[in-house]
C-alpha cells in the first residue's frame, strides 16, 4: 500500500483512464442547473458532459459550490485512519475558497493524528492545468518520491504552468464580470476572440484580443512556443468546452511547430464550464514563465 494518497478536485478535469491509472483520488465538487444538484465525477464517457453543454447552449444556468471544511475533515479522516499521509493539490485559492476550507481541515485533524502528514498546497492552477500539475506529481509518486519532495515540486513549478484559453461565448465572461455588456455584444458582432491566461495570483485575466476564431487558436499555440521549456520533453493537455476540433486542431499545430512528448485532451468539466461557457480552448504546459 502506497504510504501517500494524492488528492484533488473535480476542477481538475482529468480524464477518468488517468485517474484510474495514476490512482488519484478525485473529490467531486457540485453544479446546480434549474435547482437540482448534481456531482461532477470523472467520467468514463461524454455522455453526460456534451448534455451539460446543450443545457448551456439552450440558455440554461449553471452555478457551482465549493467543498467546505467538514467535508474535508471527513476526506482526511478516511485516509489518515488507515494510516497513510495526505497530499492535497487544490484548485487555485484565487478563483474558489476550497484551498482554505482544506487547510482549516488539515489544521483541526492534526492534533488527532500528530505522527500523519497533511500537505495541502495551493496548485494556482485551473482546469487542465490543475491536472497536468496532479499528472506530474502521481507520476513522480509513481517512481518512489516522497509526499514533501512530490509537494515541493508542485510549489516550485506551479508558476511554470502556463494556462492560455480563448473562448468563443463572450456573454459567460460578461456574467462573470470579465467583460462588459458593450463589449460583449460589440465583440460578438465583430467576431474579436479574447486570449486569457492565469496569472501568478491564480486569477483568470483577459491579456489580448484577436478577430477570428482561428486566429485565436493559432495565438494559443505561438504563446506555447515562445515560452515552452524542453517540449520534446513534456506531456502537455488541451482542454475544451464541448468543441474537440478546435482542441484536436492545437494539438495538430503543437506537434507540428512545436513538438512535445504527449498530448491529452480532455473536456472541461462542469464546475469551471460553468464560468467559462461552450466553446472555451485551453492549452496547458510548462514555460518559463507563465
Not at 500523519?116 to 499528472?135: F, H, N, P, Q, T
Amino acid at each position: 500500500m502506497q504510504d501517500y494518497i494524492i488528492l484533488t478536485d473535480s476542477t481538475a478535469d482529468l480524464p477518468k483512464e488517468l485517474v484510474d491509472e495514476l490512482d488519484i483520488q478525485v473529490e467531486p465538487m457540485t453544479y446546480i442547473i434549474d435547482g437540482k444538484e448534481y456531482s461532477d465525477q470523472p467520467l468514463e464517457d461524454d455522455v453526460a458532459i456534451r448534455g451539460f453543454y446543450r443545457l448551456l447552449r439552450e440558455g440554461k444556468q449553471s452555478t457551482t459550490s465549493q467543498v467546505n471544511q467538514l467535508r474535508f475533515e471527513d476526506i482526511f479522516d478516511a485516509i489518515l485512519k488507515q494510516g497513510q499521509d495526505v497530499l492535497y493539490i487544490a484548485f487555485s485559492s484565487a478563483l474558489s475558497g476550497t484551498a482554505e476550507q482544506a487547510t482549516h481541515a488539515a489544521e483541526a485533524l492534526q492534533p488527532k493524528y500528530p505522527d500523519r502528514k497533511i500537505i495541502v498546497v495551493d496548485s494556482l492552477c485551473a482546469s487542465l492545468g490543475e491536472g497536468m500539475m496532479v499528472y506530474y506529481a502521481a507520476n513522480m509518486r509513481k517512481e518512489g518520491k516522497s509526499i514533501d519532495e512530490v509537494a515541493e515540486f508542485v510549489r516550485s513549478q506551479r508558476l511554470h504552468l502556463c494556462h492560455w484559453f480563448t473562448v468563443d461565448d463572450l456573454n459567460h465572461l460578461k456574467r462573470g464580470g470579465r467583460v462588459s455588456p458593450t463589449a460583449a455584444l460589440v465583440g460578438t458582432m465583430l467576431g474579436i476572440k479574447p486570449i486569457l491566461h492565469v496569472d501568478n495570483e491564480g486569477r483568470l485575466i483577459p491579456v489580448s484580443k484577436v478577430r477570428g476564431r482561428r486566429k485565436s487558436l493559432d495565438d494559443l499555440v505561438e504563446r506555447a512556443r515562445q515560452t515552452i521549456i524542453d517540449p520534446e520533453q513534456q506531456t502537455v493537455f488541451i482542454s475544451h468546452g464541448d468543441c474537440e476540433q478546435d482542441a484536436l486542431y492545437i494539438k495538430q499545430q503543437v506537434m507540428e511547430k512545436i513538438g512535445v512528448k504527449q498530448i491529452y485532451i480532455n473536456y472541461i468539466g462542469p464546475v469551471i464550464g460553468s464560468h467559462s461557457g461552450q466553446g472555451t480552448v485551453a492549452l496547458f504546459f510548462f514555460g518559463s514563465k507563465r
